[in-house]
């Protein structure tokens, strides 16, 4: 398998969770005999300080050409005021793509079970699956600012709720087939089209997938209170900022937690959840393991190599098993740091490959 990687080191911690991504794909790369090709270019704050953009043409360009695009993380303080912001260079790449997918799983691996506020019992078991709409809603609505007030429009077609609500329900159909919709349909338009849209969709096309509604203001709490029941949840883009960066409380880091966005080809762009963290960049302290594990999707939905995504995630999980955490996980005085933590997995990873069936005919 060959593939051109763009990779978006970005702001604050990106460039060095992304390079931990980086040297675990390689791995995989070179024990399968894949041929990654990764190519590095600005976004964010980065661009802005090099280009005055936030997302340069020639990013844009590259990204287009390439197979998958690793992310980082964008923005900061630096450039808290500046005009454009560096958040705008992702979500216009998330547009230009027509990435209108994101999705985002939780899985609490049960060393993290310690790190996390809510208690274990509730965690145990929790697998869930938010899938959250990228391209519409509030994010992309016409923005106003005059003297006396602002406004921010929010507009769904039917056609983008389909598209969203049928990869969600997809999904579903190959876990546990519940599907659960989130929305504000007691109070929004927009919401009720959604729910309207979603119904008659889930019906007509989805007839094995069991639909249910929630109201966004509950499914805050039900989320945190009984996560257990949920498999797939599917929402509107600032719902599922919300609810994802709540959802990630259940994974007892946010630093654990990949995601995958994706559009109607192959293509995809993948990043950690976390954001930029400024106040611990540049001190080799940030968990790689969100970026390492969005590498892993990245094998999985765009490149169709499911095999090398579960040895990934599997080594992570033994690397955490066996105590390599960063300080977001760690007892005081136990963490390891970045780079350490990407040893740690690539060295899983070897000793899971040593006993892959695959690797062992292609080393004979
Ligand atoms: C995320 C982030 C972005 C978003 C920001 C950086 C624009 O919070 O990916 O969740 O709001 O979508
Ligand atoms: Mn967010």
Redesign the pocket.
């Known amino acids: 398998m060959r593939a051109d990687i763009v990779v978006l080191p970005g702001d604050g911690i990106g460039p060095e969770v992304t390079a931990a991504a980086v040297r675990v794909l390689e791995t995989i790369a070179t024990s399968f005999g894949h041929e990654f090709r990764f190519a590095r270019h600005r976004i964010g704050g980065d661009a802005i300080d090099a280009t005055g953009e936030p997302l340069p043409d020639e990013t844009l360009a590259a990204c287009r050409d390439a197979d998958a695009i690793l992310l980082g993380?964008?923005?900061g303080p630096k450039w808290s005021t500046s005009e454009p912001r560096?958040?705008q260079g992702?979500?216009a790449l998330?547009k230009s793509l027509d990435l209108y997918a994101?999705l985002r799983p939780v899985r609490p691996e049960p060393v993290a079970l310690d790190a996390a506020p809510i208690k274990p019992h509730l965690l145990a078991g929790v697998d869930l699956l938010v899938v959250?709409e990228?391209t519409g809603g509030l994010?992309f609505g016409e923005r106003q600012r005059d003297a006396d007030g602002a406004s921010d429009l929010c507009r769904y077609s039917v056609a983008e709720i389909e598209r969203v609500v049928r990869r969600a329900a997809q999904l579903a159909q190959r876990r546990h087939r519940r599907l659960v919709s989130v929305d504000k349909a007691n109070v929004l338009e927009t919401s009720r089209l959604w729910r309207e849209v979603t119904t008659r969709l889930v019906r007509d096309e989805f007839p094995g997938v069991q639909l249910e509604h929630q109201l966004v203001d509950s499914m805050a709490m039900h989320l945190i209170a009984r996560p257990r029941e949920y498999d797939v949840i599917v929402t509107e883009?600032?719902f599922?900022?919300i609810l994802?960066?709540e959802a990630s409380v259940l994974a007892g880091s946010m630093g654990l937690l990949p995601?995958a966005s994706l559009g109607e080809d192959r293509r995809g762009l993948y990043?950690p959840?976390h954001?930029?963290a400024p106040d611990i960049a540049g001190r080799d302290i940030a968990n790689p393991c969100g970026a390492i594990l969005s590498g892993a999707m990245l094998l999985r939905h765009t490149l169709g190599l499911p095999e090398e995504a579960e040895l990934i995630e599997a080594a992570v999980s033994d690397a955490l098993a066996n105590g390599a955490m960063t300080a977001d996980l760690a007892a005081p005085g136990r963490a390891i740091g970045c780079s350490a933590m990407a040893d740690a997995v690539v060295d899983s990873l070897r000793h899971r490959l040593t006993d892959c069936p695959v690797v062992a005919e292609l080393r004979d």
Do not use: H, K, Q
Request: hydrophobic content about 30%; overall charge negative.
């Open positions: 993380a964008v923005g560096p958040e992702l979500l998330r994101n959250r990228l994010y883009n600032l599922g900022d994802t960066d995601s990043e959840i954001g930029s």
